[in-house]
Structures are given as structure tokens and as C-alpha cells.
């Protein structure tokens, strides 16, 4: 049976003593690359206010149906997959690519990912994707299907 004082011996071994980790104070805080993290995660807070913007149409279009009559790649047919597919692509995926940047280094002790750079390009790509997505569904080119509504040389590139 050990005592408290063995208890508390192995607590110091493992974590240090209470003087040790207040001297640790001034020393310099561990910095993590996250500039794909950031990329990724203001990307898709910008594509969800787009993205709402559309919803904000799709509202008006709702109350008001002649609102946009003469504007047709404002139309409800239109603007309506732009709405799903935003909330799906840029918004969701990008907000949970950004949370695994940020968290998985963290969780497992490495300060750096493999590729800071390829994860920021990738990000780049998937806006640049998602950009032509919309100007594609907006120009009344899609694949007529829910949820797979983006034109299939874009499929292939996602």
C-alpha cells in the first residue's frame, strides 16, 4: 500500500512541481503554424455570409414572388441550389477542415502538419471551386440533380 507522500512524489515526477511550472511563466508560449487553419476557417465564415445572402433572396423571393421577375440568374429555381450547396460545400466542409487543422496538431503533440502550404493551396482551390460553381448554377448550367447540382468538369476537380 503507498503512502500520500508517494502519491505525491509520482504527481512531481509526472507533472512538475508547483515552483517549476509558475518559473515557466516568462518562458515563450509553443506556437502553432496556423495559417491554414485560418485560411480555411475565414474562407468559410465569408462563404456563409454569401451564402445567407442567398437565403435572404430566396426569403424575398417567398413573400414577394415578382420581385426579381426581370433578373433571370436571380430567379428561385437558381439561387435556391446555390443556398444547398453552399451551406454543404463551402460553409460546412470548410468549417470542419479548419477545426481538424486547428485541433489535430494539438491533440497529438506536433507542431506542425505535413503540409502548411499544401492545405493552404487546397484551400484556395476548393474557393476558387466553389466561385465557379456559382457562376455555372447562376448561368442555368447544372446537372439537374439535388444536392449535385455543379457541372461535371467541377465534379471532377472536387
Known amino acids: ?49 454569401i451564402v445567407d445572402l442567398f437565403g435572404l433572396i430566396l426569403a424575398l423571393e417567398l413573400i414577394s414572388p415578382n420581385l426579381f421577375a426581370g433578373i433571370p440568374w436571380l430567379l428561385f429555381s437558381r439561387v435556391r441550389p446555390l443556398h444547398v450547396n453552399g451551406v454543404i460545400f463551402p460553409w460546412l466542409s470548410m468549417m470542419y477542415w479548419g477545426a481538424l487543422f486547428y485541433m489535430i496538431p494539438r491533440l497529438t503533440g506536433r507542431r506542425k502538419m505535413w503540409s502548411e502550404q499544401l492545405a493552404i493551396w487546397t484551400g484556395w482551390g476548393f474557393n476558387i471551386w466553389f466561385l465557379l460553381g456559382i457562376i455555372t448554377i447562376m448561368a ?16 471532377i476537380v472536387l
Open 1 to 49: 500500500m503507498t503512502t500520500s507522500s508517494q502519491h505525491w512524489h509520482r504527481l512531481i515526477q509526472r507533472f512538475g512541481s508547483p515552483r517549476e511550472r509558475t518559473s515557466t511563466v516568462g518562458q515563450a508560449i509553443q506556437r502553432y503554424e496556423d495559417r491554414a487553419t485560418r485560411l480555411w476557417l475565414y474562407s468559410s465564415i465569408i462563404w456563409l455570409t
Open 140 to 155: 442555368g448550367m447544372t446537372q439537374g440533380r439535388e444536392y449535385a447540382e455543379f457541372i461535371w468538369p467541377l465534379d
